[in-house]
């Protein structure tokens, strides 16, 4: 599966951006998905996951601030970030965790907060 993923940018600190991951091939609603950020000089970190079945879990740094969705008919998921702070700001990835183990990655997608 091939994904490709946008809605990065700009945004003032309590600002609001939408995330996009769109994937090819027929098996996306048989994976789970997940989004990864990788701030400057840090490792990357798991910021949210959503199951195949639609369960999702959070980071704590994120937790009621952020909302994973999929669609499936759309083979698509999201990342809903609101009330953004300046510590969120990093490259996003989606992942599409494979069941044989494996993860496939998006190319990423810069989200900045600040004033």
């Known amino acids: 599966v091939q994904l490709q993923a946008s809605g990065g940018g700009l945004v003032q600190p309590g600002g609001s951006l939408r995330l996009s991951c769109a994937a090819s091939?027929?098996?996306?609603?048989?994976?789970?998905m997940a989004w990864y950020r990788q701030a400057p000089g840090k490792q990357r970190e798991l910021v949210a996951r959503i199951t195949s079945a639609g369960h999702a879990s959070y980071a704590d740094s994120v937790k009621d601030r952020f909302t994973i969705l999929r669609l499936n008919a759309k083979n698509t998921a999201f990342l809903q970030m609101n009330g953004l702070k300046p510590e969120d700001t990093a490259v996003y990835y989606c992942?599409?965790?494979?069941?044989?183990?494996?993860?496939?990655w998006g190319q990423g997608t810069l989200v900045t907060v600040s004033s």
């Open positions: 091939g027929s098996i996306f609603g048989r994976i789970d």
């Open positions: 992942c599409a965790m494979m069941n044989d183990g494996s993860s496939n």
